[in-house]
């Protein structure tokens, strides 16, 4: 039996660990990263510390397998990271070390954090992150775990929610769509969806 619970700042590993096993256009991610540490420490754990309303885990009997995370307002938690939790990991991760592609690419978002993207405001400020493991997919977790972050963004009066996904992840572009998201934008690989509320 999976549950759904907030998320807590003692579930970091375990939001680490599925943030990697998914880093691959939702497939695992070993592989490709040096450090295991980086995708997490950009797309999950921050969340449950800064956001804690907003970030909830699927549990079942092995443990954490999937999370969705998001920001009420996006251009707020991108201010609050910059003060309390870049300048760390800036500090772990300077620039001009060698290191491999994907390792580069995650320290390199953590020295110039991209820009919320413009088409989001002001009718879609909110954002989120969800993935599961492949134990909980194909359960109906995923829409799960998005109309309790829904509810709850709702609840905080947020009018929509964007999101940025990959054009060849092809499974989260139909999942998003079917439970309502549209395409915002186009970069040409990748897609901002939203859904207002």
């Given at each position: 039996m999976t549950t759904i619970r907030n998320a807590l700042a003692a579930d970091a590993d375990a939001l680490y660990e599925v943030c990697l096993r998914t880093a691959a256009g939702g497939d695992d991610g070993t592989d490709k990263f040096d450090d295991p540490l980086l995708p997490g420490a950009i797309f999950s754990v921050p969340y449950p510390i800064f956001e804690?309303?907003?970030?909830?885990?699927?549990?079942?009997?092995?443990?954490?397998?999937?999370?969705?995370?998001?920001?009420?307002?996006?251009l707020e938690f991108g201010a609050v990271l910059e003060r309390e939790w870049w300048p760390k990991l800036r500090e772990q991760y300077p620039l001009g070390v060698s290191r491999g592609a994907?390792?580069?690419?995650?320290?390199?978002?953590?020295?110039?954090?991209?820009a919320p993207p413009e088409v989001?405001?002001?009718?879609?400020?909110?954002?989120?992150?969800?993935?599961?493991?492949?134990?909980?997919?194909?359960q109906g977790l995923g829409r799960k775990l998005m109309d309790v972050l829904f509810a709850e963004l709702r609840a905080q009066g947020s009018p929509g929610v964007h999101l940025?996904?990959?054009?060849?992840?092809?499974?989260?572009?139909?999942?998003?769509?079917?439970?309502?998201?549209?395409?915002?934008?186009?970069?040409?690989?990748?897609?901002?969806?939203?859904?207002r509320f």
């Open positions: 804690p309303s907003l970030a909830f885990v699927a549990e079942d009997e092995q443990g954490v397998g999937g999370y969705i995370v998001g920001a009420r307002d996006t994907d390792d580069q690419r995650m320290v390199e978002h953590i020295h110039n954090p991209p989001a405001y002001p009718d879609y400020p909110s954002h989120l992150h969800i993935n599961l493991l492949p134990r909980m997919q194909g940025n996904v990959w054009a060849h992840n092809e499974r989260a572009v139909a999942f998003y769509r079917h439970l309502g998201l549209g395409q915002l934008h186009d970069n040409g690989t990748g897609f901002t969806m939203g859904a």
